[in-house]
DNA sequence: GTAATTGCAAAAATTTTGCCTCATA
DNA sequence: TATGAGGCAAAATTTTTGCAATTAC
C-alpha cells in the first residue's frame, strides 16, 4: 500500500461500503457486486474487487477466508469472532468469549504478532433440521 | 461424501500422502504437484486435487484456508494452531496455549459445535529482518 | 470382473490487470 | 487540472469435471 496516496470517496466506493454496512451475512465478492449493481448497474466487478481492496488496507473492512476458495467481506465493526456452517457455508457473528493470549504466540514463535482470527465450525441450526430430515 | 465408497491405496495416492508427511510448510496443492512429480512425472493436477479432497474427507489430511486465494495442506496429526505471516504468507505451527471453549459457543449460537480454528497473523523473523533493511 | 482412479484437456470459478476515459478533490 | 478511479475486456490463477483408459481389490 502507497501511504501517500490519497483516496476519493465515489459513489462506487460509497455504494460498496452502504452495501457492506448493511449486510450481516459476510456476502462475497460477486454477491456484494450483485447488490450494488441494483443501485449502479453500470459498475464492473473490476471495480468491486478493487474498492474492496482499498477499503481493508485502510481498515473499513474487514476480509473473511472462509471455505478458502473465496474471500468473504465485513464491514468493520467491534471485534468479534465467526462460526462457520460445514454444511452450507454460512457464517455467524459470535461475540469473543476468550481471547487468545498474544504474548505467549510472540516468545515462542518469535513473529511479531498482530492478532488471531477465531473461527469456530459446526453445524448451523437450519442444517442440523435438514439432516434430520433425512435421517 | 459416499460413505458406502471403498477407497483404494493408489501409488498416486500413497505419495500425495508421503509428500504431505515429510512436509512442514503447509503446500498449496501446485507445490504438492510439483514434489509429486519428482517421483511420478506423469501425474497430472487434477488428480492431486481429487486426492486431496479425498484425503480430507476420510480426514488423513486437514485443509487450512490462510489468504483466502488457495488451500494449503497438511498431515493430520495432534492438534495444533497456526501463525501466518501477513507478509510472506508463510504458515508455522503452534502448540496450542488456550484452547477456546466450544461448550459456551454452542448454546450462544445454536450449531452444533464441531471446532475452532485459530490463526494468529503478524510477521515473521525473516520479513522482521527485510523491513529493517529497508528502513 | 468391477468399480474406483487416472491422465488429459477443457471448463468453471474467482481474482487481477491493462488501457483508455471520466470525475473527484 | 492532476491523478485517482471507473468500465470494459482480456488474462491470470486456482479448482473442478467429462471421458476413455487403466488399475487396485
Do not use: W
Not at 97 to 122: F, K, M, R, W
Request: aromatic letters at 6%; a positive charge.
Amino acid at each position: 500500500m502507497d501511504l501517500n496516496q490519497t483516496y476519493r470517496m465515489t459513489k462506487q466506493r460509497k455504494i460498496i461500503v452502504d452495501v457492506l454496512k448493511k449486510s450481516n451475512d459476510h456476502p462475497t465478492a460477486d454477491l456484494i457486486y450483485q447488490k450494488v449493481r441494483r443501485k449502479l448497474p453500470r459498475i464492473s466487478l473490476g471495480t468491486v474487487y478493487r474498492n474492496l481492496e482499498i477499503l481493508e488496507q485502510i481498515g473499513m473492512i474487514r476480509k473473511i477466508n472462509s471455505d478458502g476458495t473465496r474471500m468473504r467481506f465485513e464491514f468493520s465493526s467491534e471485534e468479534h469472532n465467526h462460526i462457520r456452517c460445514t454444511e452450507c457455508g454460512s457464517i455467524e457473528d459470535l461475540k469473543i468469549d476468550c481471547a487468545p493470549p498474544l504474548g505467549n504466540i510472540s516468545e515462542e514463535s518469535g513473529y511479531e504478532v498482530i492478532g488471531c482470527d477465531q473461527e469456530y465450525y459446526g453445524i448451523c441450526p437450519s442444517c442440523q433440521k435438514k439432516s434430520q430430515k433425512i435421517a
